[in-house]
Nanobody
């Protein structure tokens, strides 16, 4: 069992930056690939970024590539999402999640067994 708690969301102007954190407790997070997803109002949840267990491999949605960076500190059981050059369309609730599936499949939400409660990101234009 893994408990995930996100933090760092808030209101920022377009072009600004935020860093989200996801603190894991319970079983050590280094056993899991980690991902960030988001869900905007009236839209389906979508994959944002993923990182392998040791942090050596990452994958991003095309919409955030070059602007967002996922990282992890396994000693602190924490995963981060650095978001730069934010756009109004990045507005959403952001969720972190933990997966033991093969890394090649972690863009799919159903591959994740554990989810946080989400943190709201709002970008004003």
């Amino acid at each position: 069992q893994v408990q995930l708690v996100e933090s760092g969301g808030g209101l920022v102007q377009a072009g600004g930056s935020l860093r989200l954190s996801c603190a894991a407790s319970g079983r050590t997070s280094s056993n899991y690939h980690m991902g960030w997803f988001r869900q905007a109002p009236a839209k389906e949840r979508e994959f944002v970024a993923g990182i392998s267990r040791a942090g050596g491999t990452t994958v991003y949605a095309d919409s955030v590539k070059g602007r967002f960076t996922i990282s992890r500190d396994n000693a602190k059981n924490t995963v981060y999402l650095q978001m730069n050059s934010l756009k109004p369309e990045d507005r959403a609730v952001y969720y972190c999640a933990a997966s033991q599936a093969a890394f090649g499949t972690i863009t799919e939400g159903y591959q994740y067994a554990y989810w946080g409660q989400g943190t709201q990101v709002t970008v004003s234009s």
